[in-house]
């Protein structure tokens, strides 16, 4: 589950509870806790904004004698600025890669990119992990939604890492060689993308080679939101080490057909849109 959905899977619930802290305070204190800004342009940073041109370098650092790590080739595509130096802007993309681009190729027009979103009833639901969440309570209660708060807070951790954590390291592996055209991929960058997912699926495999599943012996919403990255995963042109825990992981979710139904999708449309 991608998009910038991704970006901010758990900011939504951390959104809320700040929300609620801050709801008793007097205006006057909200309106003036500080805004981060640029340390060039004085303006909010993160930001989103959208590239400019049809081709736009992005290095590895602040300056133009820095490696082009990949080109992207669609104008209006939005990004995040995080962070500014001189005339340089850190962005990061919807699949959560980084990397620094010229000022001049980013437009303050701030575009979108389509987010999975829910209507049930007069309830409409945006964000890939609160979906879940609401399916899982609402049609799930007691099977993939723990009743028990202690094996709940289980699935929690796992959905949230794999937002903060997971996606992010899956993401650059992706970038680098599913959405990167074939004359523009790079080894060294992909081997180092590889390098900083590992670290994940070390984790992931630790757990899964004592559980069946995430947060124990039964599915739950947590293996929904780590379990639907797989497909793409295990669909990439990448050598993959041979992970038990994991493999296995995959193959029983593999064996449900609301899973192969809802997962196993064409994503061409994603698919060589970087370089050339």
């Known amino acids: 589950m991608g998009g910038l959905a991704r970006r901010f899977g758990g900011a939504v619930l ?19 806790a500080p805004i981060a800004t640029g340390s060039v342009s004085g303006r909010p940073v993160p930001r989103f904004v959208s590239l400019k041109a049809d081709r736009v370098n992005v290095r590895t650092g602040p300056n133009k004698d820095q ?20 005339n340089w802007r850190r962005i990061r993309d919807w699949e959560g890669s980084e990397g620094w681009v010229y000022h001049s190729l980013l437009s303050g027009k701030r575009t979108a990119v389509v987010v999975p979103t829910l209507k049930d009833g007069e309830l409409i639901l945006w964000e890939s992990h609160a979906i879940i969440r609401y399916l899982s309570a609402t049609y799930g209660a007691g099977n993939l939604w723990p009743e028990s708060p202690k094996a709940r807070s289980t699935a929690d951790q796992w959905t949230d890492w794999t937002a903060m954590r997971f996606q992010p390291a899956w993401g650059g592996v992706f970038s680098a060689v599913a959405r990167t055209k074939p ?12 390098k900083a997912a590992e670290p994940c ?34 669909t990439m042109d990448i050598e993959r080490e041979p992970l038990a825990g994991v493999d296995a992981w995959h193959e029983r979710l593999m064996a449900r057909p609301a899973f192969v139904k809802g997962v196993c999708v064409d994503y061409d449309i994603l698919k060589n849109t970087i370089g050339g």
């Open 67 to 86: 490696d082009v790590r990949w080109v992207y080739t669609r104008a209006g595509m939005p990004v995040e600025i995080t962070a500014e130096f001189d």
């Open 201 to 234: 699926f070390a984790i992931l495999e630790a757990q899964l080679r004592k559980t069946q599943y995430l947060a124990g012996e039964r599915l739950t919403y947590g293996d929904i939101a780590a379990g639907s990255l797989l497909y793409r995963w295990y």
């Open 183 to 194: 004359e523009a991929r790079d080894k060294k960058t992909i081997a180092a993308t590889l």
């Open 14 to 32: 951390v959104g809320l509870l700040a929300a609620v802290l801050v709801a008793g305070q007097p205006a006057a204190a909200r309106d003036s």
